[in-house]
Every structure is written in structure tokens, then in C-alpha cells.
């Protein structure tokens, strides 16, 4: 059977910024940023976003169009070792963290949207008189459980339809959607009282503050740059994978980066203004910042109802646009692989998510372990792997494969990103991987750079002996 590609090249920007946007972007993104200390951690994020994200998505993508096959085939086909294949295979775990606890927060948003939108024929919004209560029992137990398989249930549907029927079609529609309501949204907020101490608070920069903390907000920056870029888990190596025609692997990265940065600005224009408006501080850190401090600012709006169905079906589609990247993964692996078709792949990682999905649901120990501690850090270290890859094994390969449809002004930046991501990039990453385990704080900057230099030229070293295995 041939492989399915993309149907125009709008299409596969339109399913990459699907990806990207998501709940990394409305949901993660408030709370981290609270909880690091706001504006110092903002500077940090965008710093990586540009000089971390761009040409690490090049990357992820030279990999992908160049093997046309999921994360662990294409490691292994272009190495020839199985050793890169284990590492391709973490990006299948990787995945299974991410979707297991992704799934139970769409089912959250789910569940706020088909309340507001039931409200809507009459009645209060159920979670508006005690919104913390109100989360408190939505967001674990039983009724979790069963929005977590509804929205699970959602994005198998758009995967069963495969990559142009399915995906590609899915977020042509829902993209668009997403952006003209988050600008209708952020119109209104911006005619709400008190809308410009949210956009002083969200828009304020404190270098003093960066100074302070600069590492301590390294790892959590990082993390989320990543994670709003779904970098790190192969994403992008499956999406770029279905890229049949030469198009420019730089343009299309950037283009994608700026849409998703934008949406992400265009989303903290609508939360932080409606916030202050209502005198809701939005620093209540955590999960739940979303739904308890906002949505219990919609009920004392005037046409709140509507604007909570708005705002939850926008956040729902952006999320299912994200899942369904997140289940090709594994989909891709097992079609790839196994040769199982894609009904057949589609129901085995249902089965697995509906399971691991269920533990986050159910145990808030097991959601803040999956979607706190080992998300960011698997994604950094997924990275690393993928751009030492890029650099030390496709070397030149690589550096073709870049200038492959791209022009001239795009090509002669070739030698710099194949530098970046050989060198730069990975120390980086490892240095903030390290970091997120306190070792900076402990031994200080200059031992951990060696260490960082140690673990990945081990690491890297370990794989290419493992090419003989083959
Ligand atoms: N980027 C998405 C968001 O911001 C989440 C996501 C989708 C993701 N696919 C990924 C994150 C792969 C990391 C890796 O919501």
C-alpha cells in the first residue's frame, strides 16, 4: 500500500499549527507562567521558542521527510542501527505520557463547553456558584473518566479518517475556526472595565526578576516552549513524514512558530483582560487555574453564557486538533511496522490510551506526575536525541535535505542550523535537563556545562558502537 501524503501544502501547515496550538497555549501556559514568576519566565520562553524551536521543528522535519516513515522506523532506516530505533521508540512512550493526561484535560474542557452550552437554552452555569468545588470534583473521579473516553472517542474518529480525509480535512476546519473566534473573543474582552491592568500585568517585562531566577526558570521555559511547539515526541517527524512534494522545510517552521506564538498571545488577550475586569487574580497556580478563576468570572458577565460556549468550544478544538497529533504516533508506528491497517492500529492505542488515560483521571498523583514531572523532561531529552541525530548521523544528509526546496537566502543559513543543532542546541537542552534536576543549583554553572558535554557525547558515542548490531 502507498503511503499517504498531504493534499496541498496549506494542509500540512494547517495540521502542524494544529498541533502546536492546543491547551499548551490557553491551559499550560497561564499556570506555568504564574507559578514562575510571570514575566521573567515569559522573556525565557519566547528566547527559546525562536532560537530553540524554530530550528529544532527543521530538524524534526528533515528527519521525517527524509525517512517518510514514523519516529522509529526513520531512525532506524537512516542509521542503519537498532540502537536509534530504541531512541526512536521513546517518542512512542513520550507519547503515551502525553495523550494519557492531555485526554482527561479535553475531557475537562469538554465537559465546561457542553455545560455552557446547555445553559444556554436557560438555567445558571452549573460551575459558576462554587467554581473551585466545582473542579475539584470534575477534574478526578469517575465523571473525568468518562469525558476523558468521549474526547479520547473524538480524536480516534478524525485519526480513523487518515491523513487527508481525516487529519488533514479536521484542522482546514478547525483552524480558521479557532482563529476568527479568538479574535472576536479578544475584540470583546478588550471593551470590558478594568481590560487594561490585564494588558499591564500580561504585558509587563521585569528584568530584575529574570536575573533572580534566570535558572530556575530555565527548565519549566524550556519545557513549555517545546511542549506548545509538540516538539520533542515525533510529532513532527510523523507529520513531516507525509510530505510528498519539496516544499521549504525553514519557511514552513517559521511560519508555523509565528502562528502559534500569535495564538498564544491572542489567547492571554482574552484570559488576562477578562480576568482583572472581574478583579480575579490569575495567579491561583496549578491545573485548575483555567477553570476556577475564569470560568467563575463568566457567570457575572452579561451574555457570560455565550461567552463561555465560545471560549470552551474554541479551547476544545484547538485541544482535539493537538490529540489527533499525538495518537498518529503510535497510529504511524504500528501502520509502518507491523502492518497493521489503520482501523486495526487506530483500536490497539485506543485500547492502551483509554487505559493509561484512565489512571490520570482517577489519581491526581498520576496526572501530576505525568503532566508535570516527566512531560517537559522527556520532551527535552527527546529533542536532544532527535537534533544529535540530525547533526552527527544525517550530517550532510541533512544539510540536503534542508536546501531541498528551499531558496537561496533560506539555503545559505544551511551550514549555521546544522551547527545549531549538532552542537548548540543539544548542550543546551541536556545543560536544561540537568538543570531540572537541581544540579545547577547545587554544583553551579561551569560543572554542569561539562557534565551536559559528558552525557551527550556518551550518549551519542554509546549509539553509533550500537551500529554494528545491525
Ligand atoms: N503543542 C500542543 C499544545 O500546545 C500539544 C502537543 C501536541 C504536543 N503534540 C505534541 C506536545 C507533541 C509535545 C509533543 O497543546
Redesign the pocket.
Known amino acids: 500500500m502507498t503511503r499517504e501524503t498531504w493534499a496541498t501544502r496549506i494542509g500540512f501547515i494547517l495540521a502542524a499549527v494544529g498541533?502546536?496550538?492546543?491547551?499548551?497555549?490557553i491551559w499550560?501556559f497561564p499556570w506555568v507562567t504564574a507559578e514562575n514568576g510571570g514575566s521573567a519566565f515569559l522573556l525565557v520562553y519566547l528566547f527559546v521558542v525562536l532560537a530553540v524551536g524554530v530550528p529544532g521543528l527543521v530538524g524534526e522535519f528533515v528527519i521525517g521527510r527524509r525517512a517518510k516513515r514514523n519516529p522509529v522506523g526513520a531512525l532506524r532506516d537512516l542509521s542503519g542501527s537498532t540502537g536509534w530505533a530504541v531512541v526512536g521508540g521513546f517518542s512512542v512512550l513520550?507519547?503515551l505520557v502525553?495523550l494519557s493526561f492531555?485526554s482527561v484535560v479535553g475531557g475537562w474542557i469538554l465537559r465546561y463547553f457542553v455545560e455552557s452550552a446547555l445553559a444556554l437554552a436557560g438555567g445558571p452555569l452549573p460551575y459558576a456558584a462554587e467554581p473551585g468545588a466545582y473542579f475539584g470534583s470534575a477534574s478526578a473521579g469517575t465523571d473525568a473518566l468518562a469525558y476523558h473516553l468521549v474526547f479520547l472517542g473524538l480524536t480516534a474518529v478524525v485519526v480513523l479518517g487518515g491523513v487527508r480525509k481525516g487529519i488533514e480535512l479536521g484542522t482546514t476546519v478547525m483552524m480558521p475556526a479557532v482563529f476568527v473566534l479568538l479574535v472576536v473573543l479578544a475584540a470583546w474582552a478588550a471593551t470590558q472595565p478594568d481590560a487594561a491592568a490585564g494588558y499591564a500585568f500580561y504585558l509587563s517585562f521585569d528584568l530584575s526578576t529574570l536575573e533572580e531566577n534566570f535558572f530556575s526558570v530555565l527548565g519549566p521555559a524550556a519545557g513549555q516552549a517545546?511542549?506548545?511547539?509538540?516538539?520533542?515526541?515525533g510529532?513532527m517527524v510523523t507529520y513531516a513524514s507525509y510530505l510528498g512534494e519539496d516544499r521549504s522545510l525553514p519557511f514552513d517552521a517559521g511560519t508555523i512558530a509565528v502562528l502559534n506564538t500569535s495564538v498564544g498571545v491572542l489567547a492571554g488577550l482574552v484570559v488576562f483582560p477578562l480576568l482583572f475586569s472581574l478583579g480575579v487574580e490569575p495567579g491561583s497556580p496549578g491545573p485548575g487555574a483555567l477553570f476556577v478563576s475564569i470560568a467563575g468570572a463568566f457567570a457575572r458577565l452579561p451574555g457570560g453564557t455565550l461567552i463561555a460556549s465560545a471560549f470552551f468550544g474554541v479551547v476544545a478544538l484547538?485541544?482535539l486538533s493537538?490529540?489527533i497529533?499525538?495518537l498518529e504516533i503510535p497510529v504511524s508506528f504500528l501502520v509502518d511496522e507491523f502492518g497493521f491497517d489503520r482501523r486495526r492500529s487506530v483500536a490497539v492505542a485506543l485500547v492502551v490510551f483509554a487505559v493509561t488515560g484512565a489512571a490520570n483521571a482517577l489519581d491526581p498523583a498520576v496526572f501530576q506526575l505525568f503532566a508535570v514531572t516527566l512531560v517537559d523532561r522527556l520532551?527535552t531529552a527527546g529533542l536532544a536525541a532527535f537534533l544529535l541525530f540530525v547533526g552527527w548521523v544525517l550530517g550532510r544528509d541533512a544539510l540536503e535535505e534542508f536546501r531541498l526546496g528551499a531558496g537561496d537566502l533560506a539555503s545559505s543559513l544551511g551550514p549555521a542550523w546544522l551547527y545549531a543543532v549538532g552542537v548548540v542546541l543539544p548542550l543546551f537542552l541536556v545543560f536544561t535537563l540537568l538543570t531540572s534536576f537541581g544540579l545547577e543549583a547545587r554544583v553551579g554553572f561551569w560543572p554542569t556545562v561539562a557534565l551536559a558535554v559528558g552525557v551527550a557525547g556518551a550518549a551519542f558515542l554509546g549509539l553509533r558502537s550500537s551500529n554494528s548490531v545491525v
Do not use: D, E, I, Q
Open positions: 498541533s502546536a496550538v492546543g491547551l499548551g497555549n499550560r513520550t507519547a502525553l492531555y517545546l511542549f506548545t511547539l509538540s516538539l520533542g515526541a510529532t484547538a485541544a493537538s490529540s497529533s499525538m520532551l
